[in-house]
């Protein structure tokens, strides 16, 4: 038996979908603040879609739904979804919500959720997903998470153990989750050529079992690779669809072999950056556990594209601007980011990757600048760097300490002054690595340098 307030919260939940539709605004979390608010155990008592697969991890869950959600629907799945972003109890209730008849039941047969790894507690007790895919765990945003191991527990504790979890075979960290749950893994081997890095932080150097060092054969980046260790039987799991090569076809796809068993699977993916091929390989992954057959993937794999807003570029009057989202307190993303940019020649950088803006609730910290590769930008390609916004002094400060000749960087409290400090001599790259928060100073700029660029001599063009 249900309670009164649960069916209260279900029509005050209805009416507020139906009065922002009136007002022709998007229903994000809101309606799920509503529900929450009259009925806090509201997702316990609202039906859930029959086959739920769920996303978690630190970085690409939102790119991995996205794809399972395109290719579940070109194959004839109708799916309740939280692509509209939000990710906590609030957007999984809201997602519920729209997705259900006035008296709390599903329409839906089916259900992709990106889950937030952070609120796992207040959403696996009352939604259990068939499948689970954890993408890694690395650390990020540390006022909120804490540590990775953290997290781990976090997830640990609170993923059901009916569950069939889809892991990262070349994260020791997400792997080991749940020991006793129904699992298969996946991974990528060291491709030919592939330039394997080696960052500043690597989130498990021990042994979870023995604390004995551990020994890596391959490392991609951060802790993502695969190891054992030095004493006892600890090691990386084997994948069960394991990426044996992968070749760039030039036209932002890439042909993927995948070992499976004794089988060999070929597929052409809309992708070829690491992060993505492995966010592209968890989707198989989970979708071949959920029963679609190779060939409807390969089909489905033709029609999707993987959203770039993350990343765009300008081409004008020979120059190249590029643009790229990472989300600060991050440094797995933002090192990424730094990784593109180290082996661009003749190359400009703009930083707006200031923590001011995320002050609201709590103080800033910018330990994570700290575990940031700046290093990478110790090179003859990187010309100017220029940071802006409050928090310039300290990452002149952290520039500095990674070994960046003072004359090169320039610094401006002012986002909008960024342009001004930018000089295209030389110059035929620019990036501006931007923080989620700053995307209206990205677009000013854009259009600043765009037209800078416009206006620049051609000859000056290395
Ligand atoms: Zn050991």
Redesign the pocket.
């Known amino acids: 038996m249900k309670p009164i307030r649960f069916y209260f919260a279900l029509v005050c939940g209805k009416l507020t979908i139906a009065v922002l539709k009136l007002f022709r605004k998007r229903a994000t979390n809101f309606p799920g603040s509503v529900v929450l608010t009259l009925c806090p155990k509201f997702l316990k008592y609202i039906e859930k879609p029959g086959k739920i697969i769920a996303v978690t991890g630190t970085n690409g869950k939102t790119t991995v739904s996205n794809m399972l959600l395109d290719i579940l629907e070109d194959n004839g799945y109708d799916c309740t979804n939280n692509n509209f972003g939000g990710n906590v109890d609030t957007g999984i209730c809201a997602a519920l919500l729209k997705d259900s008849t006035v008296t709390g039941k599903a329409k839906k047969k089916y259900c992709v959720l990106e889950i937030d790894e952070r609120s796992a507690a207040k959403i696996y007790p009352y939604l259990e997903p068939d499948i689970l895919i954890v993408t890694n765990l690395t650390r990020d945003s540390y006022k909120r998470n804490a540590h990775v191991e953290y997290i781990f527990s976090i997830l640990d504790n609170n993923i059901p153990d009916k569950t069939h979890l889809i892991l990262n075979a070349d994260d020791l960290i997400s792997s080991s989750l749940k020991k006793n749950n129904k699992r298969t893994t996946f991974g990528m081997q060291p491709f030919e050529g592939e330039e394997l890095v080696d960052n500043i932080v690597r989130d498990i150097n021990a ?1 979870p ?2 604390s ?1 060092p551990l020994e890596y054969s391959f490392l991609r980046y951060n802790h993502i690779g695969r190891a054992k ?1 030095s ?2 039987d ?1 090691c990386s799991p084997v994948p069960d669809f394991d990426v044996t090569s992968r070749t760039l076809t030039g036209d932002g796809h890439a042909d993927m072999t995948i070992a499976h068993g004794k089988t060999i699977e070929k597929y052409n993916v809309p992708c070829e950056n690491t992060i993505n091929l492995y966010n592209a390989v968890a989707v198989i992954t989970a979708l071949r556990v959920f029963g679609l057959e190779q060939q409807q993937l390969e089909k489905s794999f033709k029609r999707i594209q993987v959203v770039r807003s993350r990343y765009d570029i300008t081409e004008e009057n020979g120059r190249v601007l590029r643009c790229i989202m990472a989300k600060g307190q991050n440094p797995v993303a933002c090192s990424h980011s730094l990784k593109i940019a180290k082996d661009t020649p003749d190359c400009a950088i703009i930083l707006l990757w200031d923590d001011f803006y995320d002050r609201k609730e709590t103080s800033e910290n910018t330990a994570w600048y700290y575990d940031v590769d700046f290093e990478f930008l110790v090179n003859d390609n990187i010309r100017q760097i220029i940071v802006a916004g409050k928090r310039s002094p300290d990452l002149l400060l952290r520039l500095l300490i990674a070994g960046i000749p003072e004359e090169k960087i320039k610094t401006t409290e002012q986002e909008a002054d960024a342009a001004a400090l930018l000089s295209l001599e030389s110059i035929k790259n620019i990036y501006i690595f931007f923080d989620m928060y700053e995307d209206q100073y990205k677009e000013m700029l854009k259009v600043k340098i765009k037209e800078m660029m416009k206006n620049a001599d051609r000859s000056a063009i290395p």
Request: aromatic fraction near 12%.
């Open positions: 042994c079992v023995c004995a260790c004493v006892c600890f």
